[in-house]
C-alpha cells in the first residue's frame, strides 16, 4: 500500500512538472522588433501586450522592444494619437510595426477674448458662431445688417437714410436708458470704435455711416457672437451689452500667389402691401375742394364751420372725379391718381468686386485684398 502511493505521488509531480514545462515553452519564446512612425521615426513609450492578458512592455527611446509569448498569441500596439494594430506573432521572430496617426475632429472651436481659441463646450457663456461665407450670399452694404435673422436674440435696425447708413445691432434688449445699448466689436482680438459718422434727427442733419460700412464680408473668415454676462468679464465694461468677435482670413504658406475674385450684384426694390382706400381723398386737401361750393363732401354740401375748420385732420371730399380747383388754381379732376409708391421710388442695385491675394513661406504669410461698391439707391438722387 505503500509502495502505491509513493508511485502516485511520483506520477503526479511527473505530470505538475510537464505541465509547466510546457507553460514555459508556451510563454518562452521571445519577439523583437521594432515601431515607427510614418516618416520613419521610432516611437518611444509604444504599448506592446499580448491580447488577452497582463504580459506586455513598452518600446525604449529608439522605438524598440522585446517580449516574450506563444505562437498564438496576438500583440497589440497602442499609442496616444496613433490608430491601434493587432498583429498575430504566429512563426514570425521579428515584427516591426508602422503606426498610423489618428487624425479625429475636434469639437467646435471659437474665439474669445485677445484671440485665445476655446472649445464651445468648456464656455459658460451663450455664443453662435457664423461662418464668413454666409454673410456674401444675400449681401447688405453695411456688415451689421448683415447679421439679421442669423444669430438668434440679435436685432438689426436699419435706418432709411440710404446705401451708406448705419446700423444699430442690439443684442437682446436694451439693457441701459442712457447708454447706446450696441455691442463691442472685436477684430482678431482688437476693438473697434463703431462710432457713428454724422447721424440725422428731427432737426435735419446726414447720417454718414458707421465703423461696420469699411468691413468687407470678404474678408471675414467667422465671426462669434458673445451674449452672455460673462462677455463682460471676458473684455471688461465694454462688453457689458454683447460681443461680437471677427476673425479674418489669414495668408496661407503654398508654393506662388493664391488669387481670389468674388463679384456681386444685389437687386433692391420697395414692396408695400399696404391696403390704402381709394374713395376719398385726404384731409389736406379739403382747403382747395372746399372752395368750390358745389363740390361734395362725403356726399353733402360743406357748410361755414367746415370752411372754418378747413377739416385738415379729416376726410376729404369723395374721389367722384368730378372738376375741381386744385392748390396751384387750375381745374382738374378729383379722383384716384394711382400708385405713387411706384411713382417715387425706383430699383436700386449694389455692384460689389473685390479680389484678394495669398501667399508665403514657412516663416511668414500675407494676404491683401481690395474691394470695390457701387450702390445705387431706391430713393431718387
Given at each position: 500500500?505503500k509502495?502505491?502511493?509513493?508511485?502516485?505521488?511520483?506520477?503526479?509531480?511527473?505530470l505538475?512538472?510537464l505541465?509547466?514545462?510546457?507553460?514555459v515553452?508556451?510563454q518562452?519564446?521571445?519577439?523583437t522588433?521594432?515601431?515607427?512612425?510614418s516618416?520613419g521615426?521610432?516611437?518611444?513609450?509604444?504599448t506592446?501586450?499580448?491580447?488577452?492578458t497582463?504580459?506586455?512592455?513598452?518600446?525604449?527611446?529608439n522605438?524598440?522592444?522585446?517580449?516574450?509569448t506563444?505562437?498564438?498569441?496576438?500583440?497589440?500596439?497602442?499609442?496616444?494619437?496613433?490608430?491601434?494594430q493587432?498583429?498575430?506573432?504566429?512563426?514570425?521572430?521579428?515584427?516591426n510595426?508602422?503606426?498610423a496617426?489618428?487624425?479625429?475632429q475636434?469639437?467646435?472651436?471659437v474665439v474669445t477674448?485677445?484671440?485665445?481659441?476655446?472649445?464651445?463646450k468648456?464656455l459658460?457663456?451663450?455664443?453662435?458662431?457664423?461662418?464668413?461665407?454666409?454673410?456674401?450670399q444675400?449681401?447688405?452694404?453695411?456688415?451689421?445688417?448683415?447679421?439679421?435673422?442669423?444669430?438668434?436674440?440679435?436685432?438689426?435696425?436699419?435706418?432709411?437714410?440710404?446705401p451708406?447708413?448705419?446700423?444699430?445691432v442690439?443684442?437682446?434688449?436694451?439693457?441701459?436708458?442712457g447708454?447706446?445699448?450696441?455691442?463691442?466689436?472685436?477684430?482678431?482680438?482688437?476693438?473697434?470704435?463703431?462710432?457713428?459718422f454724422?447721424?440725422?434727427?428731427?432737426?435735419?442733419?446726414t447720417?454718414q455711416?458707421?465703423?461696420?460700412?469699411?468691413?468687407?464680408?470678404?474678408?471675414?473668415?467667422?465671426?462669434?457672437?458673445?451674449?452672455?454676462?460673462?462677455?463682460?468679464?471676458?473684455?471688461?465694461s465694454?462688453?457689458g451689452y454683447?460681443?461680437?468677435?471677427?476673425?479674418?482670413?489669414?495668408?496661407?504658406?503654398?508654393?506662388?500667389?493664391?488669387?481670389?475674385?468674388?463679384?456681386?450684384?444685389?437687386?433692391?426694390k420697395?414692396?408695400?402691401?399696404?391696403?390704402?382706400?381709394?374713395?376719398?381723398?385726404?384731409?389736406?386737401?379739403?382747403?382747395?375742394?372746399?372752395?368750390?361750393?358745389?363740390?361734395?363732401?362725403?356726399g353733402s354740401?360743406?357748410?361755414?364751420?367746415?370752411q372754418?375748420?378747413?377739416?385738415?385732420?379729416?376726410?376729404?371730399?369723395?374721389l367722384?372725379?368730378?372738376?375741381?380747383?386744385m392748390?396751384?388754381g387750375?381745374?382738374?379732376?378729383?379722383?384716384?391718381?394711382?400708385?405713387?409708391?411706384?411713382?417715387?421710388?425706383r430699383?436700386?442695385?449694389?455692384?460689389?468686386?473685390?479680389?484678394s491675394?495669398?501667399?508665403?513661406?514657412?516663416?511668414?504669410?500675407?494676404?491683401?485684398?481690395?474691394s470695390?461698391l457701387?450702390?445705387?439707391?431706391?430713393?431718387?438722387?
Amino acid at each position: 500500500m505503500k509502495k502505491m502511493c509513493n508511485n502516485f505521488k511520483r506520477t503526479l509531480l511527473l505530470l505538475l512538472w510537464l505541465s509547466c514545462s510546457l507553460g514555459v515553452m508556451a510563454q518562452g519564446r521571445i519577439v523583437t522588433g521594432s515601431i515607427k512612425d510614418s516618416n520613419g521615426e521610432g516611437l518611444p513609450g509604444v504599448t506592446v501586450l499580448v491580447k488577452s492578458t497582463t504580459n506586455g512592455t513598452l518600446s525604449d527611446l529608439n522605438g524598440k522592444y522585446s517580449i516574450s509569448t506563444g505562437n498564438n498569441a496576438t500583440l497589440v500596439f497602442s499609442f496616444i494619437g496613433y490608430v491601434t494594430q493587432e498583429i498575430a506573432v504566429g512563426n514570425q521572430p521579428v515584427i516591426n510595426v508602422v503606426l498610423a496617426g489618428d487624425v479625429q475632429q475636434l469639437g467646435e472651436v471659437v474665439v474669445t477674448a485677445l484671440g485665445v481659441e476655446r472649445n464651445t463646450k468648456s464656455l459658460v457663456s451663450s455664443i453662435t458662431k457664423v461662418p464668413g461665407v454666409s454673410l456674401t450670399q444675400a449681401r447688405e452694404n453695411n456688415f451689421g445688417a448683415s447679421i439679421q435673422g442669423r444669430v438668434a436674440g440679435v436685432n438689426v435696425s436699419k435706418p432709411g437714410t440710404g446705401p451708406a447708413g448705419s446700423s444699430r445691432v442690439i443684442i437682446r434688449g436694451n439693457k441701459s436708458l442712457g447708454g447706446g445699448n450696441q455691442p463691442l466689436y472685436v477684430i482678431d482680438g482688437i476693438p473697434m470704435d463703431n462710432t457713428n459718422f454724422g447721424q440725422s434727427g428731427v432737426w435735419g442733419g446726414t447720417d454718414q455711416g458707421d465703423g461696420l460700412a469699411s468691413i468687407n464680408p470678404d474678408d471675414i473668415e467667422s465671426i462669434t457672437v458673445l451674449k452672455g454676462a460673462s462677455a463682460a468679464a471676458l473684455y471688461g465694461s465694454r462688453g457689458g451689452y454683447g460681443v461680437i468677435n471677427i476673425t479674418t482670413k489669414k495668408g496661407t504658406a503654398r508654393k506662388g500667389i493664391g488669387i481670389e475674385f468674388n463679384s456681386n450684384y444685389v437687386f433692391e426694390k420697395v414692396i408695400n402691401y399696404t391696403d390704402l382706400q381709394r374713395e376719398y381723398g385726404a384731409g389736406g386737401l379739403a382747403n382747395s375742394v372746399l372752395s368750390n361750393p358745389t363740390s361734395p363732401r362725403i356726399g353733402s354740401k360743406p357748410t361755414t364751420q367746415d370752411q372754418a375748420f378747413n377739416w385738415e385732420s379729416a376726410w376729404g371730399a369723395k374721389l367722384d372725379g368730378s372738376n375741381n380747383i386744385m392748390w396751384d388754381g387750375v381745374s382738374r379732376p378729383y379722383s384716384y391718381a394711382g400708385d405713387n409708391w411706384d411713382r417715387f421710388f425706383r430699383t436700386g442695385g449694389s455692384l460689389t468686386n473685390s479680389i484678394s491675394l495669398t501667399g508665403g513661406g514657412e516663416n511668414q504669410t500675407f494676404r491683401f485684398s481690395y474691394s470695390d461698391l457701387k450702390s445705387t439707391s431706391i430713393i431718387p438722387n
